[in-house]
C-alpha cells in the first residue's frame, strides 16, 4: 500500500470517540516540560554516574571545538550565561542559550594559527592504511592453539572489567587528588567493585552486529545495533545516537554536529576489535574503524585503532613495552595522535619513573578535558611503559595520572589480561563471580565466561 493510501483509508475510517470513555489527554502532557527541564539541568551540571564528578557538557562542547581548532569565543560568551541563568533556574533562557551556543560553534572560524591545522588527518580506510607505516616482517606470527587463545580472551575480559570497576570510583578527577584523598588505598578498589559500565554496553553491541553478519561486517550494521540495544550514551556517543534516531547514518552519524568526535568514547571500546583479531592488528584496525566512524572521526578513530592493535598484539608478544613499541606502526604518521604518542613515549624513556614523565606532559596536555582522546592515550602509554607487566602496578600508574581512568584501566586490563591471564590476582576478579551486569536489553547479567566463548566463537567463524 502507497503511503497516501495508507493514511486516507486511516483518515475516511476514523469517527469521534465518546469523551466520558477516551476524556482529553492534555493534562497529561505537563510532565513533558519537567523532562525537558531536568535533561537541561544535566547537559548544564551533572556528575559522572560512577565517580560523582563534575560536569558541563555545553562548556565541553565549546573546549572540544576550541581543541580542534576554531575560534570558539563568540560561543564562550554563551557558556558564562548560560552558567549564570542556570543558577536563576530560567530554563526557559537557557533553552535558548543553549541553541544559540552549538549555533556559535557550528559557525565558529578556524583559527589557522591553532596547532591543530598543521596535522594530517586521514579520513578514509584506505587513506588511513596508507598512513601507517607497517614493517610486516617485525610482527610475529601467531602461535597459540584454540585453547590458549579461550583463555586468553577470558583474561583480556576479566581485565578490562576489573580495570574499569577499578577506573569507576575514580574517573574525572586528576590523580594528585586521588592520591591526596585515597593514598595506598589507590593500590587496590576504593570502593565495592561494579561492573556496570558504558564501555563495555557499545562492545557488545559490536559482538553481536558481528554475530549476526551475513557477508561482511558494516558500519551500518553496528549502528543498527546501537538503535537496537544502546538506550543512551554520553558526549560523542550521545550526539551519535541522536543523529542515527534522526536516519543519520556512518560515516555522518560520527560527524554531524558532534563536538566530541575526537574524545575517548572510540579508544574506550576498541578492545574488543583486538579480541575478534588476535594476533592480526591490521584486521583489528579495520574493525576498529568501522565501529568508530559510527560515533568519532579523525583522532578519536586513531585512538579506536590504536587500543584495537594494542589488544590484537597482546597475543602475539610477553612484554608490555614491546607491545607499545610494535603499536607505532599502525598510528597515521603525522597526525596530532601520533604528536602526542611520541611525546609520551619519548618521556617514558626519559624519566625513571611515572609522576614525572606525567609531570613533563601536563603543560602540554592542560587544554584537553579528561575525556578527550589525547590526555587518556597518554596515560595509558605511561601505564604500559613503567608497568613491568604487573597488573597491580599498571592500576596505579593509571590512578595517578588521573583522567578518564575507568577506560584507561579497561584497555590496559585489556591488554594484560589477553597477554597472561596469570598476572591478574584473584583479588581483582574474585568479587565478580563470574558476572556481568549491564543495561543491554538482554544482556542484563552475563557469565563472563559465556562472553569470552561468545568473543573466541567469532575468532573462529
Known amino acids: 500500500m502507497n503511503v497516501w493510501q495508507y493514511e486516507y483509508e486511516k483518515r475516511r475510517k476514523a469517527y469521534p470517540v465518546d469523551f466520558n470513555e477516551d476524556p482529553s489527554e492534555w493534562e497529561h502532557y505537563n510532565h513533558i516540560v ?130 574499569g570497576s577499578y577506573g569507576t570510583a575514580l574517573e574525572g578527577y586528576t590523580g594528585s587528588v586521588l592520591r591526596e584523598v585515597y593514598g595506598d588505598k589507590l593500590n587496590y578498589y576504593v570502593r565495592e567493585p561494579e561492573t556496570y559500565n558504558d564501555d563495555v554496553t557499545f562492545q557488545l553491541a559490536f559482538l ?140 617514558a624513556q626519559k624519566y625513571d619513573d611515572h609522576l614525572s614523565a606525567w609531570a613533563s606532559l601536563e603543560d602540554e596536555l592542560k587544554t584537553f578535558n579528561w575525556i578527550h582522546t589525547y590526555p587518556n592515550m597518554v596515560a595509558v602509554v605511561l601505564s604500559l611503559s613503567y608497568c613491568e607487566n604487573n597488573f597491580d602496578k599498571a592500576m596505579r600508574i593509571l590512578a595517578d595520572c588521573g583522567m578518564d581512568v575507568d577506560c584507561n584501566a579497561g584497555e590496559v586490563g585489556s591488554i594484560i589480561g589477553a597477554m597472561n591471564p596469570e598476572l591478574i590476582g584473584k583479588k581483582w576478579t574474585d568479587p565478580f563471580e563470574d558476572i556481568l551486569r549491564t543495561y543491554v536489553p538482554g544482556y542484563e547479567e552475563v557469565k563472563i565466561s559465556e562472553l569470552a566463548k561468545l568473543t573466541f566463537d567469532l575468532v573462529v567463524k
Request: charged share 25%; hydrophobic share 40%.
Open 34 to 163: 519537567d523532562d525537558r527541564n531536568n535533561q537541561l539541568s544535566m547537559l548544564w551540571n551533572s556528575k559522572v554516574p560512577g565517580s560523582r564528578a563534575p560536569e558541563c557538557l555545553h562548556l565541553e562542547m565549546a573546549q572540544a571545538w576550541y581543541n580542534r581548532g576554531y575560534d570558539v569565543s563568540e560561543a564562550e560568551e554563551f557558556v558564562e550565561e548560560g552558567l549564570k541563568v542556570l543558577e536563576k533556574g530560567d530554563f526557559r533562557s537557557l533553552e535558548v542559550i543553549s541553541a544559540q551556543l552549538r549555533k556559535a560553534l557550528r559557525e565558529a572560524l578556524k583559527d589557522p594559527e591553532h596547532i591543530y591545522w598543521k596535522f594530517e588527518n586521514p579520513s578514509s580506510w584506505e587513506d588511513i592504511k596508507k598512513s601507517f607505516k607497517i614493517k610486516p616482517e617485525e610482527i610475529s606470527a601467531l602461535n597459540l592453539d584454540q585453547d590458549e587463545i579461550l583463555a586468553r580472551l577470558k583474561g583480556g575480559w576479566l581485565g578490562q572489567i576489573a580495570g
Open 208 to 347: 553481536k552486529a558481528l554475530e549476526e553478519e551475513d557477508q561482511q561486517l558494516s558500519s551500518m550494521h553496528i549502528a543498527n545495533k546501537w538503535l537496537e540495544l544502546i538506550p543512551f550514551g554520553w558526549t560523542a556517543e550521545y550526539i551519535a545516537l541522536e543523529n542515527l534516531r534522526q536516519g543519520i547514518y556512518p560515516p555522518e552519524s560520527g560527524s554531524f554536529n558532534n563536538f566530541f568526535s575526537e574524545w575517548i568514547g572510540a579508544q574506550m571500546r576498541g578492545m574488543v576489535c583486538g579480541f575478534v583479531a588476535p594476533g592480526d592488528p591490521l584486521k583489528a584496525a579495520h574493525y576498529a574503524y568501522l565501529d568508530g566512524i559510527v560515533s568519532h572521526e579523525k583522532n578519536g578513530i586513531y585512538g579506536e585503532i590504536h587500543s584495537a592493535v594494542l589488544t590484537s598484539l597482546a597475543f602475539l608478544y610477553d612484554d608490555t613495552k614491546v607491545i607499545l613499541e610494535k603499536s607505532r606502526q599502525f598510528i597515521p604518521e603525522n597526525s596530532q595522535f601520533a604528536y602526542y604518542f611520541d611525546l609520551a613515549f619519548s618521556a
